[in-house]
């Protein structure tokens, strides 16, 4: 069974950073594009970032050059470095294989908030 769970948001000034994590399960997943996404309130679920299986990557243009998305297949590990954080990234944000739109996580909160 597919699974992932998110981790690592939180509450955070503007121009500050976070770090999320996505657990993986059930799925080879050294084998697939991985890709993060965030749903702000309101709103409907958006593509934020995508790093496939040969390590190349690709960004929404409100995420480049302040995000970055990095994986470890040993440990079915996705992860999101988030700099610069803007009010607007406020969102849940969200993992799952690239283009693949089931079997959700509960994702993980993020606020950029003064």
């Known amino acids: 069974q597919v699974q992932f769970v998110e981790s690592g948001g939180g509450l955070v000034q503007p121009g500050g950073s976070l770090r999320l994590s996505c657990s993986a399960s059930?799925?080879?997943?050294?084998?697939?594009?991985m890709a993060w996404y965030r749903q702000a309130p309101g709103k409907e679920r958006e593509w934020v970032a995508v790093i496939y299986v040969g390590g190349g990557v690709d960004y929404a243009d409100s995420a480049k050059g302040r995000f970055t998305v990095s994986r470890d297949n040993a440990q079915n590990e996705l992860y999101l470095q988030m700099n610069s954080l803007k009010p607007e990234d406020t969102a849940v944000y969200y993992c799952?294989?690239?283009?693949?739109?089931?079997?959700w996580g509960p994702g993980t909160q993020v606020t950029v908030s003064s």
């Open positions: 799952n294989i690239n283009n693949r739109n089931q079997d």
């Open positions: 059930g799925f080879g997943f050294r084998n697939y594009g």
